[in-house]
């Protein structure tokens, strides 16, 4: 997913296809304008801690989880942001920073994290974190916020970037849960195009 992006923003045959399917989207759906795709990006993590606390329990415990998401968003918020700058395409209403689009890699960081935590649980939660995540890509091209081409590698960055903070995250939680009573939370920030790092630390956990 991330390979055709990347192809796709040099490819003519590509960007004929984007046109066509913003047509074909604004075709079917005619002066549809929403602001859901704001929301939706989050949808599959909350449903996450909504499960929880209704008692459904999932693979791993607050703390874990919570680290894990905030490790995924955080991989994947850096690598948005360092795309963006670096390729700096146009986006459809003319606007700029459109590749790769940061709402669908966050409704699909949501959309894994969903499915990770709830996997062994049952398949369906997964299934409906990713129909939520696909909604809110084409919800991006249906605003004429994005092309084709940047909500694809968008979904591909945040399926990856989620897998590698499963994959990672034992390690981290071994250095610094089990030596010492405390607990630390990071966090991306971005406002007014900068991008920075918040972060928290806690003793006695």
Do not use: C
């Amino acid at each position: 997913m991330l390979a055709y992006g990347f192809v796709a923003l040099e490819s003519e045959e590509l960007h004929e296809m984007d046109y066509s399917i913003k047509e074909e989207i604004h075709e079917d759906h005619p002066g549809i304008r929403t602001n859901i795709d704001n929301f939706s990006q989050y949808a599959p993590a909350f449903a996450v801690y909504a499960l929880n606390a209704f008692g459904v329990k999932g693979k791993n415990n607050f703390r874990d989880r919570t680290m894990i998401y905030l490790l995924a968003n955080m991989m994947a918020g850096t690598a948005v942001q360092s795309l963006k700058a670096g390729t700096r395409a146009t986006r459809p209403n003319g606007g700029s920073s459109s590749f790769p689009s940061g709402h669908t890699t966050t409704a699909f960081v949501s959309a894994e994290f969903l499915r990770q935590e709830y996997k062994d649980v049952s398949p369906w939660y997964g299934i409906a974190g990713y129909v939520v995540a696909t909604g809110t890509g084409l919800l991006r091209i249906s605003n004429n916020a994005h092309w084709f081409r940047d909500v694809i590698p968008g979904a591909g960055l945040g399926m990856l970037s989620t897998r590698i903070a499963y994959w990672i995250y034992p390690s981290i939680e071994k250095k610094i849960f089990h030596k010492r009573n405390a607990i630390a939370v990071v966090m991306p920030t971005y406002e007014e195009h900068a991008i920075g790092v918040s972060m928290g630390y806690a003793i006695g956990f």
